[in-house]
């Protein structure tokens, strides 16, 4: 080639060297960052997944923050608990104590009191000054606000999750569709004379509570007999009733508790060889259905087949349908538990065995303890728990007649203060108010720990997976393999001389015109 304008072989080479040098700055850019994906055109659809992957960690790793300071927030909870466990066993000993009214003096049980009230006062303290990074734990702060809640229909609400995701609120229906019941003997006073004894009775009366034996006499009324089962009620869980308050109606035995797990039995003992009374119980026909205003026609019911001879029957529990679920009945209690609503109610007598009544309903409007578990600001990776208060004031709270009492009524001057409870020589409602307290400290405790251990351990563990399979994945994609830069930078530094040598080549290659030239 004579021409000297255009060395287009020295084009070559500089376009060659150009780009050797070009893949060189890429391989020492990565070995100088451990990066393969520095920019966008490195590997553009490398880093679109790549940046969805480090988001995906990002969240992943707040996960499992967040996870961590749930579980330091829940044992800083169940410690104060404990705590208000043990006041609580202290104060079932003091209870215990003072009602061994015939081996303790007065200044002992005076004494006791004053424990008793220092013990009371000190579980409201720990409610009240509970905190975990300036939240309060356990003075109510952190349970669900309610309104619309109809206290002739429900005793007691408590609700351990709801989910408000997309709702402002959450409403709870409650329809009634199958009635608690009490166990119940039916015994028919149409005797001859009507609405006596006709011979002496012995009978041995057993319930949940125990079993007692009492005698009637021969001719006695029937109200003696029902009086007689009653004086022993609080000792057998059994109480008895003229049916239409009509001693030529009968009696009726019934159990003082609602549901499956009470009983009533009355059998009678050594009776008359050969008896002319008429003596006989009668209880409900499984098979029939129970209904609130029977027992009435005693010849309609017994030939219906809804009584059936027998001296054992045992109770009922409610059936009702929350939101559309049927919820687990337990006496005059229900419960369901789901991902987006958890919560036990008690039913007001009234309304639990009158299935034919209108359903009622409230609202859960807010409140609750969020926990963010998940990348993803979900229902599905959120968890809702309810922490009650457990002030002295809501703790407890138990049916000991007309009205529900709490804790509080442990303490001096109140209506189950061991003062209280020596007048009337009874310390039966002292003793379930304190039961239902410890029982309700332990299931909360129980609920902590059982959310802490499925839950939040578990997220913890599945996420840690998460990540570390995540972080591997990203560093396929966008982590620079050394081995294989440094041989494809040899290979680039190689070419690059070799390219040099080769552009001063093709530069000299044009001064041999000079040799045409002479």
Do not use: C
Not at 6 to 27: C, D, E, F, W, Y
Not at 68 to 74: D, G, H, Q
Not at 399 to 420: D, F, V
Not at 465 to 474: C, H, I, M, P
């Amino acid at each position: 080639m004579a021409r000297i304008n255009t060395n287009v072989p020295s084009v070559i080479a500089q376009s060659k060297l150009g780009r050797t040098q070009a893949q060189m700055q890429v391989h020492l850019e990565r070995l100088s960052t451990g990066l393969k994906i520095n920019r966008g055109k490195d590997d553009p659809a490398g880093l679109i997944i790549s940046e969805r992957i480090r988001s995906d960690l990002e969240g992943i790793n707040q996960g499992i923050q967040n996870s961590s300071r749930a579980s330091a927030m829940i044992s800083t909870t169940e410690g104060a608990l404990a705590e208000i466990n043990d006041l609580l066993n202290s104060i079932r000993s003091l209870i215990v104590q003072s009602a061994s009214t015939g081996s303790s003096s007065e200044a002992e049980r005076e004494a006791n009191q004053l424990q008793i009230n220092s013990a009371i006062d000190s579980i409201t303290r720990i409610s009240n000054t509970a905190t975990f990074g300036g939240l309060k734990l356990l003075n109510g702060s952190l349970d669900y606000q309610l309104s619309g809640v109809s206290r002739a229909d429900i005793a007691k609400v408590r609700v351990n999750n709801a989910s408000f995701i997309n709702n402002a609120a959450v409403q709870v229906d409650v329809d009634v569709v199958g009635s608690a019941q009490t166990g119940a003997l039916f015994y028919n006073g149409a005797t001859t004379p009507p609405g006596v004894t006709l011979s002496a009775l012995t009978l041995e009366i057993s319930g949940a509570t125990g079993v007692e034996v009492i005698t009637i006499p021969s001719g006695r009324p029937l109200s003696q007999l029902v009086q007689g089962v009653n004086n022993v009620s609080s000792l057998t869980g059994v109480r008895a009733s003229l049916i239409n308050n009509d001693p030529n109606s009968g009696v009726v035995f019934e159990s003082v508790d609602y549901g499956t797990k009470s009983f009533v039995s009355v059998k009678r003992l050594a009776p008359p060889a050969a008896s002319a009374d008429s003596w006989g119980l009668y209880a409900f026909n499984g098979a029939s259905p129970r209904t609130a205003d029977a027992p009435f026609g005693w010849a309609t019911l017994i030939s219906g087949g809804t009584l059936v001879p027998g001296d054992r029957d045992k109770g009922q529990d409610v059936q009702a349908l929350i939101n559309g679920n049927l919820a687990t009945g337990d006496g005059l209690n229900v419960k369901v538990s789901s991902a987006s609503l958890g919560l036990d109610l008690t039913l007001t007598p009234t309304t639990a065995t009158t299935p034919s009544g209108t359903s009622t309903s409230f609202y859960i409007t807010s409140g609750g303890a969020l926990f963010q578990l998940g990348p993803d600001v979900t229902a599905l990776q959120q968890a809702t728990f309810g922490i009650q208060s457990v002030a002295a004031s809501q703790l407890g709270g138990t049916n000991t007649g007309s009205t529900i009492e709490y804790l509080s009524t442990l303490k001096s001057g109140q209506s189950n203060s061991i003062a209280a409870s020596v007048a009337r020589s009874n310390f039966k409602p002292a003793s379930d108010i304190l039961g239902t307290a410890i029982d309700e400290i332990t299931v909360l405790r129980g609920r902590l720990g059982a959310f802490e251990r499925n839950v939040l351990d578990t997220n913890t563990r599945s996420l840690q997976s998460q990540f570390e399979n995540l972080t591997a994945s990203n560093s396929v994609i966008r982590d620079a393999d050394f081995a294989a830069e440094t041989s494809q930078l040899t290979r680039a530094q190689i070419l690059a001389s070799a390219g040099t040598s080769t552009l001063t080549l093709a530069n000299q290659q044009a001064q041999q015109v000079l040799q045409l030239l002479g």
